[in-house]
């Protein structure tokens, strides 16, 4: 069980998280929020990167002070995209198994196997800083899970990620449920988590403000569609084709007429019948992500009947 | 991605002596970062600042030098040791294990990369050690290997019978093995200072300036406070001793048997601090 007893996080006289009480089981977590919630100091007090004004975290029964003894059962995935200069992917991974105090064999082994689970064996031997944004978030990912941890945190782990690695990332979560691990994850776009999340916590301005079984957000969600921004060589093209599916409510073109916005009452659907139109016209997709407007008006509609 | 599914169990690293696994993660963090200050291409500034000092000595292998002071050894003697004290040990050195140690911490917190090791089950006092062993082998290298050129550049090249006498018959060689370990203590001292100032300070450049000038002004400063330098015990090593001008306040000179192990009790203290630190160290990128 990961507990926070009445814990605040203030930066100087900025609150960061404030009186948060929480305990999380096993299964899938999404914490939820706008950028600036407090999703990430969250996680950040978890793993001991920030420490609480006040209150008291345990993660199994540890506390965040002693890394030598978390760190063995809890893996993150931060949300900086930054490396070690010159690394490769491959010593990623390697150099801070070693660092953990397994023996080189024993790091070499669950590195390969780390990288397998990502799919990204043919790419070990380059550096990082060649791959492209969804590689550098595999990459995090595997390294995250390398220890084979009892609780993952991941912070906008689809962040950056195409639809098709979205996907396979999902999948890999799924699995790692299966398996009785905490995985606990945040994101900015409530849809994006809201179909393999057990749990769903929504932050708003450092508070919590409402938490439960995913059911009951959802069907919040429906009356309010997601919108999509997509940018691609054709996207007149492109827009005829998503209209006619019946998950999408809008199809509205850009006004410099190089990119499109959908809006869809059901994203996973969307990101489904998107990826069969991209390959069967050939698109090229130059990027594909969540507007953010949507959430707020979320947002404000869960303030308003579930906050005071 | 992978689409079988595999039971993983958390796996407890096999380990009965933590004394054992703390050496093999200092080892390793070591290692890594040995490997990142060697070959890193910013280093390359600190191998030509570790060169100064022999270059500028080269110059006694062009410049005319009377003939009644090249067999004089006292003239050389006094000219390295000037070198030495004004500029590899007050400027190289310092310099250089400001740079290096700062950065073993500062320069991972602006790179953003400072957080993966903190998501390692490794006690933040290892981090500290591995870090700092690591600087100590990569400023010793320059440093030491820097100290050794000098003196071949001022003894060696002109090939004087007096030189190589003095080196090899006379006090030469004891002088410049004491040479040699007092860059190795700079490295040291310098070192454990920087290190904390980088874990202290999130712009450690107005404190460093600060701790040059209380190096600087030592001569000036009553003798209970020189004993809080790392130069006091440097210099109090040193073989040939120079004259430090009509403000000086003179103290007595530690031996060398309070002189080492004072610089290495003044390391600890300045080590344990800087774990302090550490421990309280929290990854706020924005702020950094």
Request: aromatic content about 12%; hydrophobic content about 45%.
């Amino acid at each position: 069980m990961i507990v926070f007893e009445n814990v605040s996080k203030f930066y100087g006289e900025i609150l960061g998280v404030n009186k948060i009480n929480l305990s999380i089981s096993r299964g899938i977590t999404s914490l939820v929020g706008p950028n600036g919630s407090g999703k990430t100091t969250i996680m950040n007090l978890m793993c001991g990167l920030l420490q609480p004004t006040q209150g008291s975290i345990s993660v199994l029964g540890i506390r965040p002070n002693q890394p030598e003894k978390l760190f063995r059962k809890l893996g993150y995935c931060a949300q900086f995209d930054s490396f070690p200069r010159g690394i490769t992917g491959r010593n990623f991974i390697q150099s801070y198994l070693e660092i953990s105090g397994y023996s080189l064999s024993e790091a070499t082994n669950l590195t390969n196997k780390a990288l397998e689970r990502v799919n990204l064996v043919e790419a070990a031997d380059r550096k990082v800083d060649s791959y492209s944004k969804g590689m550098r978030q595999r990459i995090r990912l595997a390294q995250s899970i390398a220890h084979n941890p009892e609780v993952l945190i991941l912070d906008e782990p689809l962040n950056g990620l195409d639809p098709m690695a979205r996907a396979e990332v999902i999948a890999l979560f799924q699995q790692l449920s299966n398996q009785g691990l905490y995985l606990i994850l945040s994101s900015h776009i409530l849809h994006e988590v809201d179909m393999m999340s057990d749990r769903v916590i929504l932050i708003h301005n450092g508070y919590i403000v409402a938490d439960g079984a995913v059911e009951g957000v959802r069907n919040e969600m429906q009356e309010h569609p997601l919108q999509i921004f997509i940018r691609c060589d054709r996207p007149s093209l492109l827009a005829a084709k998503v209209f006619q599916q019946d998950d999408v409510v809008e199809a509205r073109l850009h006004k410099d007429r190089q990119g499109l916005f959908v809006r869809t009452v059901d994203a996973n659907k969307f990101y489904s019948s998107f990826n069969k139109t991209v390959l069967e016209e050939k698109l090229k997709i130059e990027s594909i992500y969540p507007v953010d407007d949507d959430l707020s008006a979320v947002y404000q509609y869960l303030i308003g009947s579930e906050g005071s | 991605m992978s689409s079988k599914v595999e039971v993983y169990q958390t796996q407890e690293v096999k380990e009965n002596l933590p004394l054992a696994l703390w050496w093999r993660q200092t080892f390793a963090i070591f290692r890594t970062e040995a490997k990142k200050n060697i070959f890193n291409r910013r280093v390359f500034l600190l191998y030509w600042l570790a060169l100064c000092p022999a270059m500028l000595l080269s110059l006694f292998c062009f410049l005319p030098v009377p003939e009644k002071s090249l067999s004089n050894v006292n003239f050389f003697n006094i000219v390295f040791a000037q070198v030495y004290e004004a500029l590899t040990l007050r400027i190289t050195i310092f310099f250089g294990c400001s740079w290096l140690f700062i950065n073993l911490f500062r320069g991972e917190l602006v790179d953003k990369s400072l957080h993966y090791y903190f998501l390692t089950p490794v006690r933040r006092e290892i981090i500290v050690l591995g870090k700092y062993l690591a600087g100590l082998l990569t400023s010793m290298f320059l440093f030491v290997s820097g100290t050794a050129i000098s003196l071949f550049m001022i003894y060696i090249p002109r090939g004087y019978k007096a030189g190589i006498q003095h080196f090899f018959d006379g006090p030469g060689l004891n002088n410049a093995l004491a040479y040699l370990g007092i860059s190795a203590l700079a490295c040291v001292g310098y070192g454990a200072v920087c290190l904390l100032l980088g874990t202290t300070f999130r712009n450690p450049t107005i404190p460093t300036v600060f701790f040059f000038g209380w190096e600087q002004i030592n001569f000036l400063l009553p003798p209970i406070l020189k004993k809080l330098s790392v130069i006091y015990y440097l210099q109090s090593l040193t073989p040939i001793r120079l004259p430090v001008g009509p403000y000086a306040i003179i103290a007595e000179p530690a031996s060398a048997w309070i002189a080492i192990p004072g610089m290495f009790f003044l390391t600890l203290l300045v080590l344990f601090l800087a774990c302090l630190q550490v421990r309280k160290l929290e990854i706020n990128y924005g702020n950094d």
